[in-house]
């Protein structure tokens, strides 16, 4: 007489399957346009009126291109994407949870390919916008005096600077697309207008609070002492709260 002995099934794989996270990567990239393809157009739409108003600006007034170049400098043309990307982290999340759920991704597989996809496309489009804020100081500003990307604190240092502000700048408005849409994926119109509320308080708080104990120019000499840098890390590690609070929410999240 034989005795069975049961042994229990031991997972070898890997918590997080790298080959699982690609493949949410790949199922995000199925309409590439939406990461890579409109954000540009965008950018080259804004850039292209740009130049018409420098050239009109240019043909009016006769001013020299470093003049027309430091009116330009307040420009908020170079930040015309970012709206969109909000969107596109929004769309991220709403068109493809569902789906990659029915194929038998885990939402830990799902919300780490999501975020991987994330940083490809703001380290594209940070790399590429230091790169044109060279190229436009350069050539003092496409030999017009157009200024669109060495506008706002683009171009006041290096690079390298640049590119780490834009970088933190697109992760921020993607997570933040994305961690909303997760909570309308969890609890649907009541979690969304619950976290508006959540917002108006904490923002109205914040003014009253700072106004309240006259901590206004307190305030602004911290931004001011911490500098561009600083204050990009602060949004970069809005964006990580972000990040972390959406996969929080979607882990129990129901696809509809």
Known sequence: M??????????????????EIWRIVRLHTVNPSIFFGIP?????????????????????????????????????????PQW???????????FTFSFALGFGAT??????????????????MAAAIATLVQIEKIT?????????????????????????TSFALQMFVLF???GATAIY????????LSLTAALIVVVLGGLA?????????????WLASIGITGVFTLVLGLAVVSAVGGYLVIRRATPR
């Open 2 to 19: 034989t005795t069975a002995t049961a042994t229990p099934l031991v997972r070898t794989e890997s918590r997080a399957r790298l080959n």
């Open 209 to 221: 609070l700072l106004t309240a104990t006259n901590s206004w120019i307190g305030l602004w000499t």
């Open 84 to 94: 969109y990307l909000v969107a596109v982290g929004v769309q991220a999340i709403a």
């Open 40 to 80: 540009w157009l965008i950018l080259g739409g804004a850039w292209a009126v740009t130049m018409v108003l420098a050239l009109i600006v240019a043909s009016a007034s006769g001013a020299p291109a470093d003049d027309i170049l430091t009116g330009f400098r307040y420009s908020w043309a170079v930040l015309s």
């Open 107 to 124: 939402r830990r597989d799902y919300w780490l390919g999501t975020s991987v996809m994330f940083v490809l496309v703001a380290v594209e």
């Open 176 to 178: 933040v697309g994305a």
């Open 185 to 192: 994926m969890r609890w649907r119109m009541k979690g969304m």
């Open 140 to 164: 003092n500003g496409w030999w017009i005096g157009a200024g669109m990307f060495d506008a706002l604190w683009y171009g006041q240092t290096t690079w390298l600077n640049d590119f780490y």
